[in-house]
T-cell receptor, first 113, second 116 residues
């Protein structure tokens, strides 16, 4: 059973399009995250949701909009895609207590042409 | 705010040799420390973590890391590496006081390349 799953695994699209990436966790965790990994492998937090509420919103263009329909899902919608959005996007989840060890999904490789 | 520095972007090593991947951090608050591993074209997997107590922590596949508070370091070591250890290794910290929703701050990663 996959703990944190993301769809799609690969996404190739044209500049200017709108796309969504879905994330689901079956761990019963309270908190979910989106991270971006750039071409140099650098990982940076984008958003964090706790019980469907936004708690972290790093400096991310407002073309990126997370949506959490329930505690087990955190989707990422991107409007007007740009070349610089090409990256690997990772979803993660954790309990919001103790160390809050994060468990990561397999990643979505986005390529904007 | 926290920052994490991994001093080596790549570490080539021969199979069965020992290896050390260095990690230093900077933080104004107490932190938890983590090492994650990313195999080619895969997601991140937790390798080991330091929360409290003994400063030496071990993983099930032979890696260990030691928390050194005075040097603000959390170096990762393995006495004898295998080809299968070839991967990208990320050091990360999170705020112990949970003031940032357990947000992880990552280092730039170290690519471990094990050669036969």
């Amino acid at each position: 059973d996959t703990a944190v799953s993301q769809t799609p695994k690969y996404l190739v699209t044209q500049m200017g399009n709108d796309k969504s990436i879905k994330c689901e966790q079956n761990l019963g965790h309270d908190t979910m995250y989106w991270y971006k990994q750039d071409s140099k492998k650098f990982l940076k937090i984008m958003f964090s949701y706790n019980n469907k509420e936004l708690i972290i919103n790093e400096t991310v263009p407002n073309r990126f909009s997370p949506k959490s329909p329930d505690k087990a899902h955190l989707n990422l919608h991107i409007n007007s895609l740009e070349l610089g959005d090409s990256a690997v996007y990772f979803c993660a989840s954790s309990q919001n207590r103790g160390s809050g060890t994060q468990y990561f999904g397999p990643g979505t490789r986005l390529l904007v042409l | 705010a926290q920052s994490v520095t991994q001093l080596d972007s790549q570490v080539p090593v021969f199979e069965e040799a020992p290896v050390e991947l260095r990690c230093n951090y900077s933080s104004s608050v107490s932190v938890y420390l983590f090492w994650y591993v990313q195999y080619p074209n895969q997601g991140l997997q937790l390798l080991l973590k330091y929360l409290s107590g003994s400063t030496l922590v071990e993983s099930i596949n032979g890696f260990e890391a030691e928390f050194n508070k005075s040097q603000t370091s959390f170096h990762l070591r393995k006495p004898s590496v295998h080809i299968s250890d070839t991967a990208e290794y990320f050091c990360a910290v999170s705020d112990k006081n949970n003031n940032a929703g357990n947000m992880l701050t990552f280092g730039g990663g170290t690519r471990l390349m094990v050669k036969p």
